[in-house]
């Protein structure tokens, strides 16, 4: 079944609509380039924003600094070089804020682990510059035709069986066969995943258990750990989350988080014959 253009998530929920500026070389960043309306304290350029501050005993202060800029095209390069030397940034998405890394990269993915304080029984998700790109990763031909079209890029996490052919690292969320998937509406990460040539872990950018990310200001304690911290000013989805839907199954569904975009997301997988997986499986 086709998508016709109005039933794709983003197009449903109008929240999400981009604000464009000229690009200058790079690919267009759209959505969250609210950082135009001037966050009170923020210029358009790198700034530098105290993550902490320790008294010594001589009455001096030392202090560790993360470096904040826009979420803007200007800053995609710099934020792709530094996924690609394994460093983990954090990021706005259509969602929450979220902290990003090289998905193949054992040692960033550990990074962020310890900075959230997370178990490593708790996988994280992927994200992906464009829904083409998921076959490379997990088991999309058992889908009905156009459903990724209309879901995606959207406020949605599939999750997918990976399949012998998936490029991921097996040491990415070990003894899973399964992998959550992302294609956030918003052009900033996806360029960045694009640049990178690689997947992106992408998990919400808070200490594991306390309340997700709407602003940078709701993390200010983590950006420390941080080789970037960009920002596309207070996030208007609320703090649900992406909606999280299991695709393992043929011709079923189950929904493992209602989020941010459910009702629209099982609209789409009913349109397109998928039934409710009830099993307790």
Known sequence: MNCSRPTKIAQILPIFNSFIYPSRGVEKIGFLNLWARSRKGFSAVSVKKMAWSLDNPDGNVETKKATVSPAAEDYSQEAIEAIRAGKVIAVPTDTLYGFACDACSAEAVNRIYEIKGRKHT????????????????????????????????????????????????????????????????????????????????????????????????????????CAYVYDGGILPAGRAGSTVVDLTKLGKYKILRPGSAKEETVAILERHSLLEDGTGD
């Open 122 to 225: 708790s996988p994280l998700a992927i994200c992906v510059g464009d829904v083409h790109d998921i076959k490379h990763y997990a088991v999309t031909d058992h889908l009905p035709h156009g459903l990724l079209d209309c879901l995606l890029p959207g406020p949605v996490t599939l999750v997918l069986r990976r399949g012998e052919s998936s490029i991921l690292e097996k040491s990415l969320n070990p003894g899973l066969e399964s992998i959550g998937v992302r294609v956030p509406d918003c052009n900033f990460i996806r360029v960045i995943a694009r640049g990178s040539r690689s997947a992106i872990a992408l998990t919400s950018a808070n200490l594991s258990g306390q309340p997700s990310s709407i602003d940078i200001k709701d993390f200010e304690n983590l950006w420390e750990h």
